[in-house]
C-alpha cells in the first residue's frame, strides 16, 4: 500500500505541486482581500444591524473558503513530503519542511480563532450587542487575518526554498 502511494504521488508531483500552490495563493489572496478590500467598505456602512450583519455572512463564507483552501494545503503539502521522501533528504530539507508545516499549523489555529470569535459574534447579533459584535469583527479583520496572511507569505518562502526555485 505504502509503495502505491509513494508511486501516485511521483507520478503525479507536478499537479500536486500546482494544486497545491493554487489553494495557498487562493487563501493568502482571499485573506488580503478580506482585510484591504472588504473591511473598509464594510465598516463605512450606517446602519448597525446591516453593518453586523453583512460582516458575519462575509466571514461565515470566508470561514468555508479558508477551511477547503486549509485542507487542500494539507492534503497536497502531505502528498509532496511523501514524494520527496523527506524522511531520507538532507537535514536542512528537515527544518524548513517542519517550519512549514508548523506555519500552516498556526495559520489552521488562527482560523479557528476566528471561527470562535464569528460565532460570539453572531450570538451577539440576535441580543443586539453591537459594541461587542464590533469588537469580535475588529479582532479578526484587524489582527487574525493579517496574521495569517503574514504566516502565509512566509510559508510561501519556506515553500519555494523548498522546491528550489
Same mark, same amino acid.
Given at each position: ?48 444591524? %446591516?453593518?453586523?450583519?453583512?460582516? =458575519? @455572512? +462575509?466571514?461565515?463564507?470566508?470561514? &468555508? ?65 453591537? %459594541?461587542?459584535?464590533?469588537?469580535? =469583527? @475588529? +479582532?479578526?479583520?484587524?489582527?487574525? &487575518? ?20
Amino acid at each position: 500500500m505504502k509503495e502505491c502511494v509513494v508511486a501516485f504521488c511521483k507520478n503525479y508531483h507536478t499537479y500536486i505541486l500546482i494544486v497545491h500552490a493554487l489553494f495557498s495563493t487562493l487563501y493568502i489572496g482571499g485573506l488580503f482581500v478580506m482585510r484591504y478590500l472588504i473591511k473598509p467598505i464594510l465598516f463605512k456602512i450606517k446602519i448597525p444591524r %446591516v453593518k453586523y450583519g453583512s460582516g =458575519l @455572512e +462575509l466571514i461565515k463564507a470566508f470561514l &468555508i473558503f479558508s477551511v477547503v483552501c486549509l485542507v487542500g494545503v494539507i492534503v497536497t503539502g502531505s502528498m509532496m513530503n511523501i514524494e520527496a521522501e523527506f524522511n531520507t533528504g538532507h537535514p536542512s530539507m528537515h527544518i524548513a519542511v517542519h517550519v512549514t508545516e508548523a506555519l500552516w499549523i498556526f495559520i489552521t489555529a488562527n482560523t479557528g480563532y476566528m471561527y470562535v470569535k464569528y460565532k460570539e459574534a453572531k450570538n451577539k447579533l440576535q441580543n443586539n450587542e453591537y %459594541v461587542e459584535i464590533h469588537e469580535n =469583527l @475588529e +479582532l479578526v479583520f484587524s489582527y487574525a &487575518i493579517p496574521f495569517n496572511f503574514v504566516m502565509g507569505i512566509i510559508s510561501i518562502y519556506f515553500g519555494m526554498m523548498l522546491k528550489g526555485y
